[in-house]
């Protein structure tokens, strides 16, 4: 293998890992995806989310934008009904290292420094996607996504817009 190519496969491995959100999705593999063009939200469902409305409003304006881009219109009479469901927890992040330095092995009276620990915490939130068959009322196929969530104002559009690409990236499945 040439060392450019073998250079940049390790960049698309590289850039790919560091990706914050993971996605994962499942599907009912008796449907056929094909005839399904529009789409509505399923407000009861929509309405139980425990998040607040200014981050609904952040999720729907990006599922209309992924759902747009993949050709599917807005309907009174919909195809598909979509429904959102978000969880979170707190990690709590611990990490110790030694900050000292001397000689030798084992035990030095002389090693300068000590243990530091830091400790920090973040929020992992899921976002969960999931498309109900309008007609006959059967969740049809559901993406997940799970990755850090920021309190910053300025950056939710930014997150909210990847969480929602990611999982909705994985539809229509693909079957094998």
Avoid: H
């Avoid at 330095?101 to 000590?114: D, R, T, V």
């Amino acid at each position: 293998m040439k060392p450019i190519s073998l250079f940049a496969l390790v960049l698309v491995v590289f850039f790919s890992s560091c990706s914050s959100v993971r996605v994962y999705s499942d599907y009912d593999k008796n449907v056929d995806f094909s005839p399904y063009k529009t789409y509505a939200y399923y407000k009861a469902g929509i309405d139980k989310v425990d998040i607040s409305d200014l981050d609904k409003k952040r999720i729907l304006r990006a599922i209309d934008q992924q759902m747009a881009a993949k050709g599917f219109t807005k309907s009174e009479t919909p195809d598909l009904l979509i429904n959102i469901f978000t969880k979170s927890r707190e990690q709590v992040n611990v990490n110790q290292f030694n900050a000292g330095w001397g000689y030798g092995w084992g035990w030095n009276p002389w090693m300068m420094g000590g243990n530091q620990t830091t400790v920090s915490t973040s929020t992992e939130g899921t976002l969960f996607i999931d498309l109900i068959d309008a007609k006959k009322k059967e969740m049809i196929w559901q993406g997940e996504g799970i990755g850090t969530l920021t309190k910053n104002t300025d950056k939710k559009d930014e997150v909210v817009a990847e969480f929602v690409g990611k999982i909705l990236a994985q539809y229509p499945p693909v079957k094998k």
